[in-house]
């Protein structure tokens, strides 16, 4: 198999992840504020890849330049992407986050061309906008109300950040492996989740479930979808480049709509399994260019 069709095959499968992720962290703030579970699991996955990193023997120190690389995919990828994500779930409505999320491609597509120099192609121009569409059908269908809320905003926030850390992951991966940059960007970024942590604590707003069920579902989110995903998310983003990876941001809120029905019983209608054929159909038109070999590039800090 190349390493572009493999590459599709973890990108399709950490959308697989992120979806079914979504209906679990909605769960779990039902048992913790939104601060101390993004903190709470990223250090999960950080103990999970610092594991990883340990038997990977020979894990070389990064260069200064491939450390600043790696702060910005730490600040913008997770710090900046995991605060206001958790704190806009939390306060906006599940068909926002959907919406919201999947103007990440299109985001990330412009930022690409803008930093990176990458062809805008019209494949990937229209697989956005038809991925786009599927959503926009997904989310509109059950009746859910549309408006901006400051929930809203900070879900963009996390949009723009997690867009943002992708041109930060495939400037790293012309030099470090995917493996290597998903170790220290998590690591890093969870080194600056604590100050966020103990701020929340201060202020009084933090929740700490006592049960032990949500602290095992925290576990497995972190340790599958977020550290296994992270490995094949940055895998993909190496091979594909950042616009491409990004298509598959897409696939996630129809994922999460068809766990929500199966997992908590939630109505489901035909619209929007016709939203989710758009949003499979924007994805291959905007990935059927994509199998041929990436040349590495890098992130001009100018």
Not at 2 to 25: C, E, H, P, T
Not at 158 to 187: C, H, K, P
Not at 188 to 216: K, N, Q, R, Y
């Amino acid at each position: 198999m190349s390493d572009q069709k493999s590459a599709l095959i973890r990108l399709f499968g950490v959308s697989l992840l992120w979806g079914g992720n979504y209906v679990a962290s909605a769960y779990l703030l039902q048992y913790f504020s939104p601060i101390f579970l993004s903190s709470a699991r990223i250090s999960m996955t950080s103990i999970f890849l610092i594991v990883v990193a340990l038997k990977m023997k020979g894990l070389r120190m990064p260069t200064p330049k491939e450390w600043l690389l790696l702060a910005g995919a730490g600040i913008f990828g997770t710090l900046m992407n995991q605060v206001f994500y958790f704190t806009g779930l939390k306060e906006s409505t599940a068909a926002n986050a959907a919406l919201i999320i999947a103007m990440a491609p299109i985001v990330t597509t412009v930022l690409e061309r803008i930093f990176m120099k990458t062809a805008l192609t019209s494949s990937k121009v229209i697989g956005a906008l038809s991925s786009l569409a599927g959503v926009i059908i997904i989310v509109g269908s059950n009746g859910a109300s549309l408006g901006i809320s400051t929930g809203d905003i900070y879900l963009i926030l996390a949009m723009l950040g997690l867009s943002i850390s992708l041109l930060f992951i495939r400037g790293l991966t012309g030099s470090l492996s995917s493996y290597a940059v998903t170790i220290f960007s998590t690591v890093f970024g969870c080194l600056l989740m604590v100050p966020a942590a103990a701020g929340e604590a201060a202020m009084g707003h933090s929740v700490i479930s006592h049960s032990l069920w949500p602290w095992i579902l925290m576990g497995i989110a972190g340790v599958v979808a977020q550290g296994m995903a992270g490995f094949w998310w940055n895998r993909g983003v190496s091979v594909m480049g950042p616009g491409t990876a990004a298509m598959f941001m897409n696939i996630p809120p129809f994922i999460a709509l068809l766990a929500g029905h199966f997992v908590l019983h939630n109505s489901i209608y035909a619209a929007q399994v016709f939203g989710g054929i758009f949003v499979l159909l924007g994805v291959f038109i905007a990935i059927k260019n994509a199998l041929r070999p990436v040349k590495p590039a890098t992130l001009s800090m100018e």
